[in-house]
């Protein structure tokens, strides 16, 4: 049974920092890309980052870059999502996404992450 269990979310001030993580089982890690997307209400769902199957390439929403960073442990079949420099505005759920070609894609169920002002 694929499963993908984000983790970390929580609140922190803005200038903070958290670290994201996503656990994925059921499926072979390896060979997907793997992405951060977020979703506030009443929006759609948006890209975050997205890093490689093999973690050589990695991109970002404009609105995010350099701030966050996305990497990956394909033995432990885990993917990271580190946020510095928080701000309101990256207040959201963030969903964990998995993806290989047209057909194949999962999703977590999220994680909320708060940033105060």
């Known amino acids: 049974q694929v499963q993908l269990v984000e983790s970390g979310g929580g609140l922190v001030q803005a200038g903070g920092s958290l670290r994201l993580s996503c656990a994925a089982s059921g499926f072979t890690f390896s060979l997907y890309a793997m992405s951060w997307y977020r979703q506030t209400p009443g929006k759609e769902r948006e890209l975050v980052a997205r890093?490689?199957?093999?973690?050589?390439?990695?991109n970002y929403a404009d609105s995010v870059k350099g701030r966050f960073g996305i990497s990956r442990d394909n033995a432990k079949k885990m993917v990271y999502l580190q946020m510095n420099s928080l701000k309101p505005g990256d207040t959201a759920v963030y969903y964990c996404?998995?993806?290989?070609?047209?057909?194949?894609?999962?999703w977590g169920q999220g994680t909320q992450v708060t940033v105060s002002s």
């Open positions: 890093i490689g199957s093999l973690g050589g390439s990695t």
């Open positions: 996404n998995a993806v290989n070609g047209p057909t194949r894609s999962y």
